[in-house]
C-alpha cells in the first residue's frame, strides 16, 4: 500500500509539472487562477507523500487520509471513462491504483498492522 501512495504522489507532482509547462497558454482563467491551482496541485503531492510516509510508518490516521483521496481519485477516474480514446485509458489508470488502495486498506493484515485489531490466522 505505501508504494501505491508513493507512486501516486509522484505521479501527481508529475502532473504539477506538466501544469507548470501550460502556464504560459492562453486560456480562460487567468494566470492568477492556474498558479493557484498549480499551487494546490504542488501541496496535494506534498500531502500524498506525507500520508504515504505516515502509512510506512504505521500511523493509523493515515487509512482515512488515504481513503478520502482514493474516493476522489475514483470519482475523477469515472469521468474520464465515458470520454473515449486515450482519457479512458487515463480513467482506467487513475482507476485500478485507487481500487487497489482501498482493498489494502481493509485488509485484516493492513488494520493489523495499523494496530486497529488483532491479525486472524
Known amino acids: 500500500m ?3 501512495l508513493l507512486l501516486e504522489a509522484i505521479a501527481t507532482l508529475g502532473a504539477a509539472v506538466w501544469y507548470a509547462t501550460t502556464l ?4 480562460p482563467v487567468s494566470l492568477g ?3 493557484f491551482m498549480l499551487v494546490l496541485i504542488v501541496g496535494a503531492a506534498a500531502w500524498q507523500s506525507n500520508v504515504a510516509v505516515q502509512v ?3 500511523q ?3 487509512r482515512a ?3 478520502v483521496w482514493q474516493v476522489f481519485q475514483v470519482i475523477f477516474a469515472v469521468s474520464f471513462l465515458g470520454a473515449g480514446g486515450g482519457a479512458t485509458v487515463l480513467g482506467i489508470a487513475l482507476l485500478v491504483p485507487a481500487a487497489a ?3 489494502l486498506i481493509f485488509d485484516p493484515k493492513a488494520t493489523a ?3 486497529d485489531r488483532v491479525a486472524r490466522s
Do not use: Q
Open 24 to 27: 504560459a497558454a492562453e486560456g
Open 65 to 67: 487520509a488515504a481513503l
Open 60 to 62: 493509523a490516521w493515515t
Open 33 to 35: 487562477g492556474r498558479i
Open 101 to 103: 488502495v482501498m482493498l
Open 2 to 4: 505505501f508504494v501505491l
Open 113 to 115: 498492522y495499523f494496530g
Open 56 to 58: 510506512y510508518k504505521g
